[in-house]
């Protein structure tokens, strides 16, 4: 697995748990569906993250629903379209760091 992946991949899950911990005190002072799906989308950020190191394809296609779920969340939430589309960019690095090439043989070539 490419370095530069593995570390993104680090940095990704650290936020996703950040993120998991604040939505976890949101639902606390607010039990409204929103704040649980919110949750459960960023769990299973998460786990889709931790079964890229396991080389899963289908990690990698949870990840892109996961993110699009978002960005439609997003855009209809009134969120600013810009600042929706920077939501894309951490899967569209991914998607990246996948394709870097390594003895001729892509990341995502690997994927199971």
Not at 31 to 54: A, E, G
Request: proline share 0%; aromatic share 14%.
């Amino acid at each position: 697995m490419n370095i530069v992946l593995i570390c993104y991949l680090i940095i990704t899950l650290i936020a996703s748990l950040y993120i998991a911990k604040n939505d976890i005190i949101n639902i606390s002072n607010d039990t409204s569906s929103k704040n649980i799906v919110l949750f459960l989308i960023t769990l299973l950020d998460i786990f889709f993250t931790l079964m890229l190191f396991k080389w899963k394809k289908w990690a990698l296609y949870g990840l892109g629903m996961t993110t699009f779920v978002t960005f439609i969340y997003n855009l209809s939430e009134g969120m600013d379209f810009l600042v929706s589309v920077i939501g894309l960019s951490g899967f569209l690095i991914i998607l990246g760091l996948l394709f870097l090439k390594k003895n001729g043989k892509s990341g995502y070539e690997n994927l199971e």
